[in-house]
């Protein structure tokens, strides 16, 4: 890739952290990674109600996969105290970098600044982005009515999704909808669709970015559904309920690896099946390549295919 290239990833979790992880390697590329801060279960979620901070654990998720070598720094922030009897009282329960986050925020008395420093200390290649400093929670109204509250409780009610929203007006950060603006490339994904990458685009700054912006808007779809949150979807299912949330999609990346019968089989006990295009026709391109790689009986998108991936839609 002879130019720089300008590219936007927008989600969060270990998702996200995977796309990181093959486009930090891309010449040329400058990258803006855009986190939701809406997560508050385990450790991030303790945090938050205790300091009233945003959430922090997909941003520290990201700022490990962008970091320039992940080395045993990168292992620290991952690593988390646990209490042989299991209880989760003080530091116990806790990832390290979330503590490291915490502490970075009170003495910077800013989450972006903490987010920056901490960055800067692990090397991170490109810039990390919350997208709202603001503490919220995210809601999902289901098909029958039924409204619950929190990102770590969405998942876990047997029902569909209509819609995920906040019950209070979200202002994004001016940083991620600058780095919208000046996009070559946007990737949305992978990672749940409700719960990481639909958290920031329904922040009414960073929705209407997307859609002004003349940026190729891509869609990375997940290789298998997630129970509680996508149960029998397909990917036109997946990719409609972000064009329904107001993300604007150009082409939708889908694996064509093929996955081996006995992991397919193992995931279907859990109850997630692998992920098909169901239709002939749609608004957006179909772009089939291999992503995936098969680690421990583990469906994984590997990141040496996601920069391949990457490079070919950046060229």
Do not use: W
């Amino acid at each position: 890739m002879a130019k720089k290239v300008n590219i936007v990833i927008i989600g969060g979790g270990h998702g996200q952290a995977a796309i990181c992880r093959g486009v930090k390697n891309i010449k040329n590329a400058q990258i803006s990674a855009i986190v939701t801060v809406a997560d508050d279960g385990g450790s991030t979620g303790r945090l938050r109600r205790q300091f009233h901070i945003p959430a922090m654990g997909d941003i520290r998720n990201v700022m490990i996969s962008l970091a320039e070598s992940e080395s045993m720094l990168g292992d620290l922030m991952n690593y988390r105290f646990e209490d042989p009897n299991g209880s989760e009282k003080d530091v116990s329960g806790h990832n390290l970098g979330n503590l490291i986050l915490t502490a970075m925020t009170q003495q910077c008395g800013s989450f972006l600044e903490a987010v920056q420093t901490i960055g800067k200390v692990l090397q991170v290649k490109g810039e990390i982005i919350p997208a709202t400093t603001q503490v919220i929670s995210l809601y999902a109204r289901m098909d029958d009515g039924v409204i619950v509250k929190g990102e770590a409780n969405i998942p876990t009610v047997s029902n569909h999704i209509r819609e995920v929203f906040y019950d209070c007006d979200v202002v994004a950060t001016p940083e991620a909808v600058k780095a919208i603006r000046k996009a070559d490339l946007i990737i949305y994904g992978i990672g749940s669709v409700y719960t990481s990458i639909l958290p920031n685009v329904i922040i009414p700054e960073i929705r209407t970015a997307l859609q002004k912006t003349k940026a190729k808007r891509v869609y990375f779809c997940n290789a298998m559904t997630q129970p509680g949150e996508t149960d029998g979807y397909s990917v036109e299912d997946h990719a409609q309920a972000l064009i329904d949330h107001g993300a604007p999609i150009d082409a939708v990346v889908v694996p064509e690896d093929e996955i081996p019968a006995e992991i397919e089989k193992r995931y279907q006990k859990e109850g997630s099946t692998v992920v098909h295009v169901m239709k002939k026709t749609h608004s957006y391109e179909i772009i089939r390549c291999p992503l995936l790689c098969f680690d421990r009986e583990l469906v994984r998108h590997d990141p040496q295919k996601i920069q391949e991936a990457v490079e070919s839609l950046a060229d």
